[in-house]
Structure formats: C-alpha cells, structure tokens
C-alpha cells in the first residue's frame, strides 16, 4: 500500500472516530518519517495488552479490571459490568475473572 493510501485510511478511521486526534496525528507523522505502517491488527493495541498490570488502586477484588481499564481506555466499571454480565449470562465470566487474576502480574509500587 502506498502511502497516499494509508494516510487516506487513516483519515478515514479518523472520521468514523476510530482513531483519536492525537492518534491520527502520531499514525501520520509515523508514515510521513518512513517509518513502516502499524500491522492490520494494530500493533499499538497488541503492545498496550502485552504490559497489562492489575491495578493496586483501582481495585475491588483483584484489580483485574482496573489494569484492563489502563490498557484498554475503557473505564473499570464496564468491565466489571462485562464480567457481571458474563458471570451471570454464560457462567464463564468468574473463570476468566479468576484466571487473569492468576495469570497476571500486579503493578509495582511506585515508591520501590
């Protein structure tokens, strides 16, 4: 792909309001330096996943959903409603909940 069409898909995710204005901007200035373009599965999204923490602060069992809320952008509360509605609809939400608590490291203290 060149790289009028890649500005050109860009702008387009930006006017369908996948991409923020600070995204869009960085996106741009990424291909405009030469550098290659993102993956089509998003790499930015692959490596904000890949240093999931669970929250120390933002906690009410694990702190699971307070470390997917930093990764991800979307607030604590809808995960937790996720999971909530998970748990109660197709019974696994409990499993997963309890599986990333195992799986996943919780965040270092800041004041080490």
Same mark, same amino acid.
């Given at each position: 792909?060149?790289?009028? *069409? /890649?500005?050109? $898909?860009?702008? +387009?995710?930006?006017?369908? #309001? &996948?991409?923020?204005? *600070? /995204?869009?901007? $960085?996106?741009? +200035?990424?291909?405009?330096? #030469? &550098?290659?373009?993102?993956?089509?599965?998003?790499?930015?999204?692959?490596?904000?996943?890949?240093?999931?923490?669970?929250?120390?602060?933002?906690?009410?069992?694990?702190?699971?959903?307070?470390?997917?809320?930093?990764?991800?952008?979307?607030?604590?509360?809808?995960?937790?409603?996720?999971?909530?509605?998970?748990?109660?609809?197709?019974?696994?939400?409990?499993?997963?909940?309890?599986?990333?608590?195992?799986?996943?490291?919780?965040?270092?203290?800041?004041?080490?």
């Amino acid at each position: 792909m060149s790289v009028s *069409e /890649e500005i050109k $898909r860009l702008h +387009e995710l930006h006017q369908a #309001g &996948a991409l923020s204005d *600070e /995204e869009f901007a $960085r996106a741009k +200035e990424r291909l405009l330096n #030469g &550098a290659p373009p993102a993956a089509p599965g998003g790499g930015d999204f692959a490596s904000e996943f890949s240093s999931l923490r669970r929250s120390r602060t933002d906690r009410w069992l694990g702190g699971v959903c307070g470390g997917l809320a930093r990764a991800s952008g979307v607030d604590s509360w809808i995960w937790r409603l996720v999971f909530a509605l998970f748990t109660i609809s197709f019974g696994f939400g409990a499993v997963i909940y309890i599986l990333l608590w195992i799986f996943v490291p919780e965040d270092e203290l800041i004041g080490k």
